[in-house]
T-cell receptor
């Protein structure tokens, strides 16, 4: 059984650019949640995907968007990057609707720096 | 709106001393409460949740709806407990999980 993986590990972008972050969910999991963790803060919920549909969203603007694929992997896209988007982006997968308690398993994160 | 407050950014205790990591929440409905832990150079992972009523690694947490608290306790701290601890809340039936700012626990040998 493989755990949650994320790519890339880190990247540097400039203001106004666009970025795509990737997440592969743990085997058997059908739900992916994305979080933004700024330095010294707790993770903040961006959104969740279940069966390829957005299934809940936090207080993030529309320039944060996502996708989930049939194999349950997911992408987070951020357009028009701003300096405040610099953060660690965490992906978490879980098994919704399978009586397994919806425990989230987190990936190692992608460190995004916006200059 | 839901909010989770962890009043201490850093808590230092001696090995063998009791530990209490505080967590207060604000939510008008029925919440699910969790504690997550992140050890050095490891991923964030679930420690325990209130509905399980378990003791994990000697830690327990009781949901006090009257005081809207979910404090994490351990009677005797071990050096390997040193980590970052996050309290989190999820409204029942909803997906948004709100995390607190985290408390760094430092167990002094």
């Amino acid at each position: 059984e493989t755990g949650v993986t994320q790519s890339p590990t880190h990247l540097i972008k400039t203001r106004g650019q666009q970025v795509t972050l990737r997440c592969s969910s743990q085997s058997g999991h059908n739900t992916v949640s994305w979080y933004q963790q700024a330095l010294g803060q707790g993770p903040q919920f961006i959104f969740q995907y279940y069966r390829e549909e957005e299934n809940g969203r936090g207080n993030f603007p529309p320039r944060f968007s996502g996708l989930q694929f049939p194999n349950y992997s997911s992408e987070l896209n951020v357009n028009a990057l701003e300096l405040d988007d610099s953060a660690l982006y965490l992906c978490a997968s879980s098994a919704t609707g399978q009586g397994l308690g919806n425990e989230q398993f987190f990936g190692p994160g992608t460190r995004l720096t916006v200059l | 709106a839901q909010r989770v407050t962890q009043p201490e950014k850093l808590l230092s205790v001696f090995k063998g001393a009791p530990v209490e990591l505080k967590c207060n929440y604000s939510y008008s409905g029925s919440p699910e409460l969790f504690w997550y832990v992140q050890y050095s150079r490891q991923r964030l992972q679930l420690l325990l949740r209130h509905i399980s009523r378990e003791s994990i690694k000697g830690f327990t947490a009781d949901l006090n709806k009257g005081e809207t608290s979910f404090h994490l306790k351990k009677p005797f701290a071990q050096e390997e407990d040193s980590a970052m601890y996050y309290c989190a809340l999820r409204p029942r039936g909803y997906q948004k999980v709100t995390f607190g700012i985290g408390t760094k626990l430092q167990v002094i040998p």
